[in-house]
């Protein structure tokens, strides 16, 4: 009875939330966008250094799958860390959602990662959810249909902060005059879990890329698209130039300005943006603009209508994403199990695959596109036939227990 009546005391202790959900990533998302605090209130707080170790703890927890440890240190922090199976995808998608709890007082964001991403090293990030209209809903629709490894949500409205962040810059989003950015403004503070997830994922995920979706009312001077890499020089990867030449193909009603293709182009660029500084290697993310790109970062303004309005113009920028990030299947740097072997490659189509206890196999092309899923119950040395597909390279995506191999074949 003693015994009884301690674990129902020690249970009032523990924190009451869920810690697995089901259904559409999308519409559980969407959510929380809908119910962040917006332009007043003054609910964002910022965090001090020692929530900020934290929290960069929990993100190296996450990135190794460590789930138990993500959640005990979250919920110091009065967040949460929700395994989500995304049961409208087929087959199955698992994400982590990094979000606050329920009565928490910390507005610092969602952060949400792909168990297993198709396109590992693509990270996209939307810092102005309630005011930038509909650019949250389309980074969430972007990561979900391009299997990204990241998605970041801003916690509150821009302007949701009576303080001012000490960062370089000045804007009239919040008042009728130019003052300094507020502290809840994830793309111009450097002290903000948004931050300082960025830097984790620069610095742990190789060739980790940032898209940071933006909007902007349109002059009649304006194009419909403004894009930067937070310098005016071209980067060895051209990421910007590659999604304008993807989003023409979309739409070829728009139209362009990138700040290092025009370099008289100033207006939405990006400069002072503290995410691409610091991917820029910027020597002071607060108050210093980059000079050289690393080629990892790419700010992009859109006009409403032809990009952001809806699910319409959503498809367009994922469609576009998906079409350019085709190459990190076969480049994960985490969790490869190099015991792995298959033979013949080149094959006319048998994949035959020495490793013990095999629970999936799937086979991706060129471009990113699942074309086949296997399920396996543990077997020793499956084999595999590819021998329906066309000539070309594929990936495998091979998994054992909770870790993924990734092999690169060429069918001939």
């Known amino acids: 009875m003693k015994n009884l009546l301690l674990l129902f005391v020690l249970s009032l202790s523990i924190p009451l939330f869920s810690q697995s959900e089901t259904g559409n990533i999308e519409t559980y998302l969407n959510n929380i966008i809908d119910n962040a605090p917006g332009s007043s209130g003054n609910q964002y707080t910022a965090p001090n250094n020692s929530q900020l170790n934290d929290w960069n703890a929990i993100i190296d927890f996450l990135l190794d799958h460590n789930l138990a440890s993500a959640r005990t240190k979250a919920n110091q922090l009065n967040y949460q860390v929700t395994e989500f ?107 903000t879990m948004f931050q300082k997830t960025t830097e984790n994922l620069f610095s742990n995920i190789s060739n980790s890329v940032f898209i940071q979706l933006h909007g902007f009312g349109k002059r009649s001077s304006d194009p419909y698209v403004i894009m930067s890499n937070g310098t005016r020089k071209t980067p060895t990867t051209d990421y910007a130039a590659l999604i304008k030449d993807a989003l023409l193909n979309e739409d070829s ?59 319409n113009g959503w498809r367009k920028m994922s469609n576009a994403l998906s079409s350019i990030f085709t190459s990190t299947l076969g480049l994960e740097d985490n969790n490869v199990l190099s015991s792995i072997s298959i033979s013949p490659n080149p094959t006319s189509g048998l994949i035959f695959i020495k490793a013990k206890k095999i629970n999936q196999v799937e086979v991706y092309d060129v471009f990113g596109k699942r074309i086949r899923f296997i399920k396996l119950k543990g077997e020793n040395n499956p084999t595999i036939n590819i021998g329906e597909e066309s000539s070309g390279i594929y990936f495998l995506k091979i998994k054992v227990n909770e870790k993924f191999a990734f092999k690169k074949v060429i069918r001939f």
């Open 253 to 311: 009603s728009l139209t362009f300005q990138l700040a290092h293709v025009n370099t008289n182009w100033t207006r939405l660029i990006g400069f002072t943006n503290s995410q691409g500084r610091l991917i820029n290697n910027s020597p002071n993310h607060c108050s210093t603009s980059a000079t050289s790109p690393t080629g990892r970062f790419v700010h992009i303004e859109q006009e409403k209508s032809k990009l952001r309005n809806d699910a």
């Open 85 to 191: 199976t995304d049961t409208s995808i087929s087959p199955n998608q698992i994400f982590y959602v990094l979000e606050k709890e329920s009565t928490s007082p910390n507005y610092w964001g969602t952060y949400v990662f792909s168990k297993t991403p198709v396109r590992n090293n693509l990270i996209i990030q939307a810092p102005h959810i309630k005011y930038d209209t509909n650019t949250g809903k389309q980074a969430v629709y972007c990561f979900k249909n391009t299997l990204a490894r990241a998605v970041f949500l801003s916690g509150t409205h821009r302007c949701n902060s009576t303080n001012f962040s000490s960062c370089s810059g000045t804007t009239s989003v919040c008042s009728s005059s130019s003052q300094s950015y507020k502290t809840s403004d994830m793309a111009h503070n450097v002290t």
